[in-house]
T-cell receptor, first 113, second 115 residues
Framework: NAGVTQTPKFRVLKTGQSMTLLCAQDMNHEYMYWYRQDPGMGLRLIHYSVGEGTTAKGEVPDGYNVSRLKKQNFLLGLESAAPSQTSVYFC????????????FGPGTRLTVL | AQSVTQPDIHITVSEGASLELRCNYSYGATPYLFWYVQSPGQGLQLLLKYFSGDTLVQGIKGFEAEFKRSQSSFNLRKPSVHWSDAAEYFCAVGAGKPPYDKVIFGPGTSLSVIP
C-alpha cells in the first residue's frame, strides 16, 4: 500500500512550456485534490474531483487543467507555464467518509523560469 | 469570510520543554478543525481532528488540542517536545463532511527544537 504518490518530485520548466503532474492513490478513494503551497501561505486548492470522470474548480484554478479518467489517478496540467506557477504542488485523496480525512502525497517542487 | 490565522510564524523550543501552537479561526458554521504536520520534504500528515464531542482531542505523537468556541481557537499542545518534532504545523478549518473543497489552511508555524 503506497498511499498517495506523485510524479515527478522535481521539475524545472521554461515560461510557456507545458507539463503534466501525476497523482496516484491505491486506497480506492473517491475524492482527490490538487493544492499548491507557497511560502508563508497555507495550502490553496486548485482543483478537485469527487469521482472518476468528474472535476471541479477550487480556489485558484486559473492556468491549470485536470483530468480523472481513472479512479486512482488525478492529473494536473499546465498548458503554458508562467513564473507565478512556481510552487510546491500537493495531491491528496480521501475516501469520502465523515470520520476520515485527507491523505497527502509527498509533493512536487516546480520551478518556472 | 472563512479564515485561519496562526499568529506565530516561527517558534523555537528546547527539547523536553512544553509546546503550544496557536490557531484562531473565523467560520460561519460549526467548525471542523484539523492540525497537520509537515516534515521537511514530506507531505502533510494529520495529527488530530475535531468534529464534535469532547473539546479536548488527543492525536498522534503525543499531541493534543483544545477547541474553545468562545475564543474561536484550536491550540495544539505537547507536554514535552522531542527533536523529531521540528517541522511545519498547519491548522485548518472546514465543513463537516467531504469533499474537503472548502477546507481553509492557515499559513503554518515553523517549529525548531534545540537539543
Amino acid at each position: 500500500n503506497a498511499g498517495v504518490t506523485q510524479t515527478p518530485k522535481f521539475r524545472v520548466l521554461k515560461t510557456g512550456q507545458s507539463m503534466t503532474l501525476l497523482c496516484a492513490q491505491d486506497m480506492n478513494h473517491e475524492y482527490m485534490y490538487w493544492y499548491r503551497q507557497d511560502p508563508g501561505m497555507g495550502l490553496r486548492l486548485i482543483h478537485y474531483s469527487v469521482g472518476e470522470g468528474t472535476t471541479a474548480k477550487g480556489e485558484v484554478p486559473d492556468g491549470y487543467n485536470v483530468s480523472r479518467l481513472k479512479k486512482q489517478n488525478f492529473l494536473l496540467g499546465l498548458e503554458s507555464a508562467a513564473p507565478s506557477q512556481t510552487s510546491v504542488y500537493f495531491c491528496a485523496s480521501d475516501p469520502g467518509l465523515l470520520t476520515d480525512t485527507q491523505y497527502f502525497g509527498p509533493g512536487t517542487r516546480l520551478t518556472v523560469l | 469570510a472563512q479564515s485561519v490565522t496562526q499568529p506565530d510564524i516561527h517558534i523555537t523550543v528546547s527539547e523536553g520543554a512544553s509546546l503550544e501552537l496557536r490557531c484562531n479561526y473565523s467560520y460561519g458554521a460549526t467548525p471542523y478543525l484539523f492540525w497537520y504536520v509537515q516534515s521537511p520534504g514530506q507531505g502533510l500528515q494529520l495529527l488530530l481532528k475535531y468534529f464534535s464531542g469532547d473539546t479536548l482531542v488527543q492525536g498522534i505523537k503525543g499531541f493534543e488540542a483544545e477547541f474553545k468556541r468562545s475564543q474561536s481557537s484550536f491550540n495544539l499542545r505537547k507536554p514535552s517536545v522531542h527533536w523529531s518534532d521540528a517541522a511545519e504545523y498547519f491548522c485548518a478549518v472546514g465543513a463537516g463532511k467531504p469533499p474537503y473543497d472548502k477546507v481553509i489552511f492557515g499559513p503554518g508555524t515553523s517549529l525548531s527544537v534545540i537539543p
